[in-house]
C-alpha cells in the first residue's frame, strides 16, 4: 500500500550535515537509486498521484541533475516523453534560459527553444524541493514558451525554505517532508 511504499522510500534518504557549505543539511537520495524496490516505489507513487489527480500529461520535464533520475522512468510508466531543463550551456541550438537562486548558490537554467510546443501540458520533476528558486525556474521557462504547468513533483520538500510560497499558483506535490 500507499503508507508501505512511502516508508520504503524514506527509509533510503540519508542526511549529511555541513555538505555542500557550513549549515546545510544535505538530503541524500544515492541509497534510492541503489535499491530497486525504493525506486520503485518513488516511481509507483508518483504515477498513482498523476493518474488521480492529473488530467492528460503531454510531457514530463526534469531538472539538472537529478530530476533526471526520476522523470523518465515516471514519463515511461505514463506513456509520454520528457524534456531536459539543464543547466546553462549544455543544450545545443537555439535555446531559452533563465537565471535563479538556490539554497547553496546560483544557477542559469536552458531549454532548447523547441522542447515544448504552445498549450502542451506539462509536468516538473525533481528530486527535492529547498528554497524553490530551481522549480520556479523551470515554470518561468515554461511560461515564455507558453506550455501549461499542472504541477510540480518532488521526492523531498524542505518545509522550512517556503519553496511552495514561492511557486505559487503552481501545486507541489512531495512524497516526504522536513
Ligand atoms: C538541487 C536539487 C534541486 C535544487 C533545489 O540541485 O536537486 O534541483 O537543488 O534547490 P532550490 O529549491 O533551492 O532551487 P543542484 O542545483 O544542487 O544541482 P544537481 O541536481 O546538479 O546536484
Ligand atoms: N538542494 C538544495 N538544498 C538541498 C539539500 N538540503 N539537500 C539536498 N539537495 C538540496
Known amino acids: 500500500g500507499w503508507e508501505a511504499k512511502l516508508q520504503l522510500v524514506q527509509r533510503h534518504v540519508r542526511a549529511f550535515p555541513d555538505f555542500p557549505k557550513k549549515g546545510i543539511l544535505f538530503r541524500d537520495i544515492c541509497p534510492i537509486l541503489k535499491d530497486a524496490a525504493a525506486l520503485k516505489a518513488v516511481i509507483d507513487l508518483f504515477e498513482e498521484h498523476v493518474r488521480n489527480n492529473l488530467q492528460h500529461v503531454d510531457l514530463i520535464v526534469g531538472l539538472d541533475a537529478r530530476g533526471f533520475l ?6 515511461q510508466r505514463l506513456g509520454v516523453g520528457f524534456v531536459l531543463v539543464r543547466k546553462k550551456g549544455k543544450l545545443p541550438g537555439a535555446t531559452v534560459s533563465v537565471s535563479y537562486d538556490l539554497e547553496y548558490g546560483k544557477a542559469e537554467a536552458e531549454i532548447q527553444e523547441d522542447a515544448v510546443a504552445p498549450g502542451q501540458r506539462v509536468l516538473l520533476v525533481d528530486d527535492l524541493l529547498a528554497t524553490g528558486g530551481t522549480l520556479h525556474a523551470a515554470a518561468e521557462l515554461m ?35 522536513y
Open 70 to 75: 526520476f522523470g523518465p522512468l515516471l514519463a
Open 143 to 177: 511560461r515564455k514558451q507558453q506550455a501549461e504547468v499542472l504541477g510540480c513533483m518532488v521526492v523531498i520538500e524542505l518545509k522550512e525554505l517556503n519553496g511552495i510560497d514561492k511557486l505559487k499558483p503552481h501545486r507541489v506535490f512531495s512524497l516526504l517532508q
